[in-house]
């Protein structure tokens, strides 16, 4: 402004700014503190959650007591049941498909039923000849031995005299149901066998 501006208009400039400092508005209240976060709620319902569903799948694990109680002795039932319940690793698994979670449960128990030397009540028995064990074995693996592997499979059977999967030589007369075991095993592993595509030995225990 020049020194030509009228006095009154000074004066109406300053009384605006007095006013409109006297219209600032005040500080805010502070706010008061908040109560727990919602992600601190959703971290205790998530927590109570998980233990919940870890209940829930302990109990089925347990269910399946029932199922193999005259399938496995009870000694090697009671530690599979507790690794299952101990292990986390297929718990969204469970939590996605409980049957399908049990299933799969299912399908490492029977992987012992055919070898009594691992717990099973109903796996057969090693004859105690050598030769008849490599003919029970011959034939509980007819359907799956080919002309190409033959000479494998009949290599198993010799081995199965001084082995069983043990650090030293272990003569199958001492060791019968070990050494008749470790052969069906291999065998089984290597054709892929499961208790479904091998059903000799619930015909012949």
């Not at 569903?53 to 029932?66: F, I, N, S």
């Amino acid at each position: 402004m020049t020194s030509k501006t009228p006095k009154y208009v000074l004066l109406c400039i300053a009384a605006l700014c007095l006013l409109l400092a006297g219209c600032r508005p005040a500080d805010p209240a502070p706010l008061e503190s908040e109560p727990e976060s919602s992600a601190q709620t959703e971290s205790v319902e998530e927590s109570e959650s998980l233990s919940e569903l870890r209940a829930r799948r302990l109990e089925a694990v347990e269910g399946l007591r029932g199922e193999y109680a005259d399938l496995i002795e009870a000694d090697t039932l009671n530690t599979m049941i507790g690794e299952e319940k101990s292990s986390t690793t297929h718990e969204e698994l469970f939590k996605r498909d409980q049957e399908e979670y049990l299933d799969l449960v299912r399908l490492r128990f029977n992987m012992v039923l055919p070898f009594r030397s691992q717990g099973s009540l109903i796996g057969p028995k090693a004859p105690e000849d050598l030769e008849a064990a490599r003919n029970y074995i011959r034939e509980e693996f007819s359907a799956f031995v080919t002309d190409e592997t033959r000479e494998s499979f009949e290599d198993v059977l010799k081995m199965m005299e001084n082995e069983s999967a043990a650090q030293s030589p272990t003569p199958y007369a001492d060791y019968p149901q070990q050494n008749f075991d470790w052969a069906r095993n291999n065998l089984w592993t290597r054709y892929g066998c499961t208790i479904e595509t091998n059903t000799y030995f619930f015909d012949h225990p």
